[in-house]
């Protein structure tokens, strides 16, 4: 079992609030909003390559390498206008015919010149689809927020384990890089789960924030579907289930999960029931399908 508390020199301070945003400021980010955003989408580093289809079996012919489709969009606000958000929320897009889709923010509050968002290609989505085929590069776009009651509890000096799914990387990388700017004392442990290495999408930053803070960070990449050209020797399998594997007792830790509502339902369950894990201590942004809730409607 790795204990994070062990590693951890300053274990026994009591956190102070490092943040600097007061409880007024607190409730003014949870008014939502409308404002005007430029965004420019700028996809990560081309692997130079088409997506792989999935194959229910191996097939001799050499598989294409796997390409990434998230692209790191940037939103420029208007200027002289700020955001005022917690490391970790989300804004809701505005679209058309009165859709919207949800994305969480990637950045930071200290760093808001020009927000980040990580966003997945959903072949044949509403938003997404048109984003990756047919879209310009700049675009004025509406949206809603700050949103959503995922943020860092900063009144806790528990150990943090951080889980990650895809895309869901984008608000626990804006809380660490808070956290870290922060130098918050705490422990912290990110697991990243995602099907194969490209869609690690951004694993320079999760290990640079390893390599800066030896002492408290710890990055854990996990593949549940690693290609042969991955080679591959790290994690394999689930990335809740790594969890799982590397702790017997998490009574003593607070944990920040955040990917598709599969992985946040069945880490909850697997964390409070197996491993001791207080229910209020699992705090997740579960990245439900907006198409869906729409259609329920
Ligand atoms: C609070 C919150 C924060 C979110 N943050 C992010 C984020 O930072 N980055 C990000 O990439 N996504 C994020 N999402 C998910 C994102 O909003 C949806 O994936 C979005 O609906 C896709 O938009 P679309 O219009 O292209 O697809 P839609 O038209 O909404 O969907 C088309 C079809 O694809 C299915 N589908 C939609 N999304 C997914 C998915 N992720 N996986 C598998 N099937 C899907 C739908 O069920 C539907 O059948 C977040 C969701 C929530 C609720």
């Given at each position: 079992m790795r204990d994070l508390q062990g590693t951890h020199?300053?274990?026994s301070r009591r956190l102070r609030?490092?943040?600097?945003?007061?409880a007024d400021r607190r409730r003014e980010s949870f008014r939502p909003r409308a404002v005007l955003l430029r965004a420019a989408v700028e996809r990560p580093r081309d692997r130079g390559a088409r997506s792989a289809p999935r194959r229910r079996h191996p097939d001799p012919a050499p598989a294409l390498p796997h390409r990434v489709d998230v692209a790191i969009v940037k939103v420029k606000l208007p200027a002289n206008e700020r955001l005022q958000f917690l490391a970790g929320q989300y804004i809701d897009l505005l679209l058309k015919d009165g859709h919207r889709r949800s994305f969480s923010l990637a950045t930071p509050p200290h760093a808001d010149e020009l927000l980040e968002l990580h966003i997945r290609h959903i072949t044949?989505?509403?938003?997404?689809d048109p984003l990756f085929t047919?879209?310009?590069g700049r675009e004025i776009l509406r949206f809603e927020g700050p949103?959503?009651?995922?943020?860092?509890?900063?009144?806790s000096d528990k150990p943090i384990i951080f889980v990650a799914g895809g895309t869901g990387f984008a608000p626990i990388k804006a809380i660490i890089e808070h956290a870290l700017y922060h130098k918050l004392p705490r422990p912290m442990v990110l697991y990243w789960g995602a099907?194969?290495?490209?869609?690690?999408?951004?694993p320079d930053v999760a290990a640079e924030w390893q390599r800066a803070n030896p002492e408290h960070f710890t990055f854990i990449p996990v593949l549940s579907e690693p290609a042969p050209s991955d080679q591959w020797s790290g994690r394999k399998g689930f990335v809740h289930q790594a969890v799982l594997d590397d702790?017997?007792?998490?009574?003593?830790y607070q944990v920040y999960a955040c990917g598709g509502p599969a992985m946040i339902d069945i880490a909850r369950r697997d964390f409070t029931?197996?491993?001791?894990?207080?229910?209020?201590e699992f705090f997740a942004d579960s990245f439900t399908y907006a198409a869906e809730a729409e259609a329920r409607k």
């Open positions: 020199p300053d274990r609030p490092v943040s600097g945003v007061d044949g989505g509403f938003f997404t047919t879209y310009k949103l959503g009651t995922f943020y860092l509890r900063e009144d099907r194969a290495k490209a869609d690690l999408y951004q702790f017997d007792d998490l009574s003593g029931t197996r491993k001791r894990l207080p229910s209020d």
